[in-house]
């Protein structure tokens, strides 16, 4: 096992994996940008080490600073948590060129599964479902005709090397084609320095079920059950919850059979996520994988009490997974809502400041909240407007929309806005509460509003 783990990231991922580390008995190193000086990461790691200005691309996305950092604190192993350089290859391959591991899977799957067109194909290859799409890149515009022709609209345009929403277009005519084409290959390319696209036909009125997955290096390969996400504005997860209210026990265990089938297929050593579409007919298709830790990977952790940082930080040093599929127990049901310094009064307008006050719900069983924030403390513009991550769970649904509500009742910040009363309006809504939505409902039913 590994005697220090340096965390490449800030916020409450980073606050998440380093008391993890803690439990598990590893020192740990927390980096930072001079704004993060007095970040809560950097005060409850060991240590900690400037990388850089503000900027993401001068400090969290600054490789060879943090390399450094990492040589010079004398880390065996980086955490990225996730966005930043989580998925990202070069940094992956870096680390081992500096003898320094990192906690994701190699450099070669990162590759094979970043790239989403090339997902694609290798999914087809191991009998996964996939959504009907271009065979690889779309190179230009005029090729970009040619494939919503043959799909049929509505079709979606998407960065291949895409993620977090960025890079995603949704085009219902020929007249929207080119400029949706133009604006996401320069969104994707400012994003992720990479800018091929590709294409799908878009299924309409859809669920996002992710399932989670957990490879060793002896070849094991389980999944810890899904995650519904399709509480979505633009692209973008608003609320999570485990297990899916749409799915019976058959298409459970099809769906979770097939994500096993496409890590094991790829070699996947990590902790990782098999996406999916579930249309209303009862069919699923593989979306995409991240080959990362997810922002909702709590509600997995509710339901199934294996704490998903820890498995990944034991498959890095070489050990093999404790449990069996068997093993696996789904208990009760959990939810996730994720809250923003933003506006909705605004239009979701970011709100950064300094917090005031701050009152976090109280405890009681089954209520969690992941947060690196603090009265006092400064909400910057420069990074996510994420500050906190309120998890409920209950022995059903009900108890835990309950619960949920409770905690967003007792949750007080001053000095940013926040997404709080937009959360409850979801939680208050008939449909939610009956579990009838998908990825179109907060735009037609809680926006609209």
């Excluded at 320069?186 to 992710?210: L, N, W």
Aim: charged share 25%; net charge negative.
């Amino acid at each position: 096992m590994f005697n220090k783990i340096l965390i490449a990231n800030r916020g409450e991922i980073a606050v998440r994996i380093i008391r993890a580390c803690r439990e598990m008995g590893i020192a740990t190193v927390a980096v930072f940008s001079e704004p993060d000086r007095e970040a809560l990461h950097t005060q409850l790691a060991d240590e900690a080490v400037c990388i850089g200005p503000a900027r993401a691309a001068d400090s969290y996305l600054n490789m060879q600073n943090i390399i450094s950092a990492a040589v010079l604190t004398k880390a065996q192993a980086i955490h990225p948590g996730y966005g930043f350089l989580s998925e990202n290859s070069t940094f992956a391959a870096m680390c081992e060129e500096c003898n320094i591991k990192f906690i994701g899977p190699d450099p070669e799957t990162i590759d094979e599964m970043g790239n989403k067109s090339n997902a694609r194909r290798l999914m087809i290859e191991a009998g996964v479902p996939v959504i009907p799409g271009s065979n690889g890149a779309v190179n230009s515009v005029e090729e970009a005709y040619e494939e919503a022709e043959r799909l049929g609209y509505p079709v979606m345009v998407k960065a291949a090397a895409g993620g977090g929403g960025r890079g995603i277009r949704i085009v219902r005519s020929r007249d929207e084609l080119a400029d949706a084409y133009e604006t996401a290959k320069s969104e994707t390319k400012a994003a992720f320095g990479d800018d091929t696209m590709y294409m799908e036909k878009v299924i309409e009125r859809a669920r996002h079920i992710e399932i989670q997955v957990l490879g060793d290096s002896f070849g094991n390969v389980i999944h810890l059950g899904e995650r519904d996400c399709s509480l979505q504005r633009r692209n973008q997860k608003v609320m999570e919850e485990a297990p899916s209210p749409a799915l019976n026990d058959e298409t459970r265990k099809k769906m979770g059979e097939a994500a096993v089938r496409a890590a094991k297929y790829v070699g996947y050593k990590s902790a990782g996520t098999i996406e999916f579409l579930y249309d209303r007919s009862g069919s699923f298709y593989f979306m995409e994988m991240n080959t990362r830790v997810q922002v909702e990977h709590p509600v997995t952790e509710m339901i199934t009490g294996i704490d998903i940082v820890k498995e990944q930080i034991k498959i890095a040093a070489g050990e093999a997974l404790d449990y069996t599929q068997d093993d696996v127990i789904i208990n009760g049901h959990a939810i996730e809502c994720r809250i923003n310094a933003e506006s909705p009064e605004r239009n979701f307008a970011p709100s950064p400041g300094n917090i005031d006050y701050l009152l976090m719900p109280g405890g009681g069983i089954g209520v969690r909240v992941d947060s690196a924030v603090y009265a006092g403390c400064a909400i910057t513009p420069f990074y996510d407007s994420m500050i906190a991550k309120v998890i409920a769970w209950g022995r059903n649904r009900d108890e835990a929309i309950a619960k949920m509500y409770r905690a967003l009742y007792e949750f007080v910040i001053e000095g940013v806005d926040t997404n709080i009363d937009f959360e409850e309006a979801i939680l208050f809504n008939p449909k939610y509460i009956e579990g009838d939505f998908d990825t179109s409902f907060i735009a037609d039913e809680i926006i609209k509003q």
